[in-house]
């Protein structure tokens, strides 16, 4: 089974509309977006914004699509400092994690960062979303 590889400009000139954040309950999000431009169920959504809590970086991943062109995320680390009104970027795209040969044998989270305290390879094959059919077996 071929597995699509997406380039760093690729992901880049996926991004959809911008939304605002309504709600916020724990790690639950709810984003309204404009009707005719909701994100896809699994699309990552991104908050990068500066508050009065400090410098805010998120991602969020669509769960569900709710009435009045809502969408509910759930965020992929702490909400602390978040609030409504906040500007909210549609990535066009699930979660993305970098794969090749360099990325082997490091340790990186839920949403593509190294942790492991190495910067990112210079040199990746490209970009899979989490999302994906499994392997074929054989």
Do not use: C
Request: net charge negative; charged share 25%.
């Amino acid at each position: 089974m071929a597995q699509t590889l997406f380039s760093r400009e690729e992901l880049e000139a996926s991004k959809g509309a911008v939304g605002r954040i309504v709600r916020i309950v724990g790690p639950v999000v709810d984003v309204e977006f404009p009707a005719d431009q909701l994100p896809a169920i699994y699309n990552a959504l991104t908050v990068d914004t500066k508050t009065q809590a400090g410098e805010i970086h998120l991602v969020l991943e669509v769960e569900t699509h709710l009435p009045g062109n809502l969408v509910r995320s759930v965020s992929m680390s702490s909400t602390d400092g978040l609030i409504r009104g906040l500007d909210v970027q549609d990535t066009g795209h699930p979660i993305m994690m970098p794969v090749g040969p360099k990325t082997l044998g490091r340790i990186w989270n839920v949403i593509g960062e190294p942790v492991d305290e190495k910067p990112l390879p210079d040199e990746l094959e490209g970009y899979m979303p989490i999302h994906r059919p499994a392997p074929e077996y054989e």
